[in-house]
Nanobody, 120 residues
Framework: QVQLVESGGGLVQPGGSLRLSCAAS????????MGWYRQAPGKQRELVAT???????NYADSVKGRFTISRDNAKNTVYLQMNSLKPEDTAVYYC??????????????WGQGTQVTVSS
């Protein structure tokens, strides 16, 4: 089985910054992609940013220019650097991993979520 351990959430003022981390561990052959999703109160979960094994990134329009996704392949860890935070960024942020557990078996996993609150 695979575990996704998230950290870095918290309370920040508008304009502030946070860096989220997500480390994947367990029976992993390789990672196809990792990413971050978020869910605000009363809204459905949405994609924030993803990064593939080839290094391609994808961002929601609402975070482009403010958030940066990166990875440390040696640690099976993905990061989300969040700058110029806005109250609208307040949500539970979930880490996601799309990975190969064998050469032929592909699985998707979610972290428990970490709360990000942007408020003055």
């Amino acid at each position: 089985q695979v575990q996704l351990v998230e950290s870095g959430g918290g309370l920040v003022q508008p304009g502030g910054s946070l860096r989220l981390s997500c480390a994947a561990s367990g029976s992993i052959l390789s990672i196809n992609a990792m990413g971050w999703y978020r869910q605000a109160p009363g809204k459905q979960r949405e994609l924030v940013a993803t990064i593939t094994s080839g290094g391609s990134t994808n961002y929601a329009d609402s975070v482009k220019g403010r958030f940066t996704i990166s990875r440390d392949n040696a640690k099976n860890t993905v990061y989300l650097q969040m700058n110029s935070l806005k109250p609208e960024d307040t949500a539970v942020y979930y880490c996601n991993a799309d990975l190969m557990v064998t050469l032929i078996v592909r699985r998707n996993y979610w972290g428990q979520g970490t709360q990000v609150t942007v408020s003055s």
